[in-house]
């Protein structure tokens, strides 16, 4: 089980598009997934189409770790079987109250949290955690549950500058917390085809990060708010410009997982 945490410490990139989008891709690929909604807004837990029932968030969850039975209180994505897909895409469901732990001054007692709550499952193969935008405590709980980071930047000035303050980040946290946490890639998100200013800030991102720039970058797409709207997987949704957003997440997700080979193997079980 890989766990990959979406972060960015500014708001507005489309941090849970990108965690949408490659959960959309997973589920395509047959590949078990679950999205841990740790942002208070719960935006992910909205595009992924829950209702929120019985089970308790990850809130609750939180609060009472070895006690929460996570395989209970998780609740399938609609995607599913709007899709007519036998995949799974179960959501630890997000709510304001996780916004209790969302402070700067947790110890290392709060910060294994969500690894203990992530203890209690065997059945996925990727767990992507939605983390707000900033770096207090979920964000950090979320880090240390984790193997890798995903950092989200559009090609703006503010957003690449945030972009380098987060790696600083990740290397402290991994020093003083998480030895074995790694920068998984930064996705540049929303990018505008034909803009002078992407064009200068992807030139510029590429010289300060290198290979972690991941690609595909994924373009700006008018009508993601609408599929998001609809809680509806970009795959599942009509129309060119879906299917060519649904094809760059495809490729993002297998970069993130080691390479085509991988994901192409699970399309074929």
Same mark, same amino acid.
């Given at each position: 089980?890989?766990?990959?945490?979406?972060?960015?410490?500014?708001?507005?990139?489309?941090?849970?598009?990108?965690?949408?989008?490659?959960?959309?891709?997973?589920?395509? +690929?047959?590949?078990?997934?679950?999205?841990?909604?740790?942002?208070?807004?719960?935006?992910?837990?909205?595009?992924?189409?829950?209702?929120?029932?019985?089970?308790?968030?990850?809130?609750?969850?939180?609060?009472?770790?070895?006690?929460?039975?996570?395989?209970?209180?998780?609740?399938? !994505?609609?995607?599913?079987?709007?899709?007519?897909?036998?995949?799974?895409?179960?959501?630890?469901?997000?709510? +304001?109250?996780?916004?209790?732990?969302?402070?700067?001054?947790?110890? %290392?007692?709060?910060?294994?949290?969500?690894?203990?709550?992530?203890?209690?499952?065997?059945?996925?193969?990727?767990?992507?955690?939605?983390?707000?935008?900033?770096?207090?405590?979920?964000? %950090?709980?979320?880090? !240390?549950?984790?193997?890798?980071?995903?950092?989200?930047?559009?090609?703006?000035?503010?957003?690449?500058?945030?972009?380098?303050?987060?790696?600083?980040?990740?290397?402290?946290?991994?020093?003083?917390?998480?030895?074995?946490?790694?920068?998984?890639?930064?996705?540049?998100? %929303?990018?505008?085809?034909?803009?002078?200013?992407?064009?200068?800030?992807?030139?510029?991102?590429?010289?300060?990060?290198?290979?972690?720039?991941?690609?595909?970058?994924?373009?700006?797409?008018?009508?993601?708010?609408?599929?998001?709207? +609809?809680?509806?997987?970009?795959?599942?949704?009509?129309?060119?410009?879906?299917?060519?957003?649904?094809?760059?997440?495809?490729?993002?997700?297998?970069?993130?997982?080691?390479?085509?080979?991988?994901?192409?193997?699970?399309?074929?079980?």
């Amino acid at each position: 089980m890989q766990v990959v945490s979406i972060s960015s410490l500014k708001g507005g990139v489309g941090k849970t598009s990108v965690t949408t989008g490659l959960a959309s891709a997973a589920l395509a +690929a047959g590949i078990p997934t679950l999205v841990v909604d740790l942002d208070p807004h719960a935006d992910a837990t909205t595009a992924l189409g829950v209702q929120p029932g019985s089970q308790l968030d990850i809130g609750r969850m939180l609060k009472s770790p070895r006690k929460a039975r996570l395989p209970e209180n998780v609740a399938g !994505s609609s995607w599913v079987s709007n899709g007519s897909s036998d995949g799974k895409l179960d959501v630890a469901v997000g709510s +304001a109250f996780t916004g209790i732990y969302d402070r700067p001054d947790l110890g %290392r007692r709060d910060l294994r949290r969500l690894s203990a709550v992530l203890a209690g499952t065997t059945s996925y193969e990727l767990v992507l955690v939605d983390c707000p935008p900033s770096l207090n405590g979920l964000t %950090r709980m979320a880090w !240390s549950a984790s193997d890798r980071v995903v950092l989200v930047a559009e090609p703006g000035l503010f957003s690449v500058a945030g972009t380098e303050r987060t790696m600083r980040a990740i290397q402290l946290f991994r020093q003083e917390f998480a030895p074995n946490l790694a920068p998984a890639g930064i996705v540049a998100n %929303r990018v505008r085809t034909g803009s002078s200013e992407h064009a200068f800030r992807l030139a510029e991102m590429e010289s300060m990060f290198g290979e972690l720039l991941l690609s595909p970058h994924i373009p700006e797409q008018a009508n993601w708010q609408q599929i998001q709207g +609809a809680a509806h997987s970009v795959h599942h949704w009509p129309g060119d410009s879906a299917k060519n957003s649904a094809k760059l997440f495809d490729d993002l997700l297998q970069n993130l997982l080691g390479g085509k080979s991988a994901v192409r193997d699970r399309r074929q079980r």
